[in-house]
């Protein structure tokens, strides 16, 4: 499957091409709640879900004792955008 280009916006890709960008991210579906995948680093994990208005990104067991952390990023935020600050982390 081909991505649209990486500055399109998150709203103007079809459902299997931003699942098929989350693998390409390392990213595992959850097989009972099909719109929440996980990302494991060696540094965090985070919990990503696809909600109906945003993609939000919860940050768990983080090094350094950091809090848990949770984002949101619109769908209107271009897929490089998002991919940035999903991987930049918590």
Same mark, same amino acid.
């Given at each position: ?8 916006? %998150? ?9 098929? #960008?989350?693998?390409? %991210?390392?990213?595992?579906? *959850? ?5 929440? #995948? ?5 540094? #965090?994990?985070?919990?990503?879900? %696809? ?16 809090? *848990? ?11 490089? *955008?998002?991919?940035?600050?999903? %991987?930049?982390?918590?």
């Amino acid at each position: 499957m081909t991505f649209p280009s990486a500055d399109t916006p %998150l709203y103007n890709h079809p459902l299997p091409v931003i699942e098929e #960008w989350l693998q390409s %991210l390392g990213c595992q579906q *959850d097989q009972e709640q099909l719109h929440c #995948w996980s990302l494991q680093t060696p540094n #965090w994990e985070a919990q990503i879900a %696809l909600e109906v208005e945003e993609l939000t990104v919860s940050y768990r067991n983080t090094k350094g004792g950091n809090p *848990d952390v949770t984002r949101s990023f619109p769908y209107s935020l271009s897929r490089e *955008d998002v991919e940035a600050a999903v %991987l930049s982390g918590p």
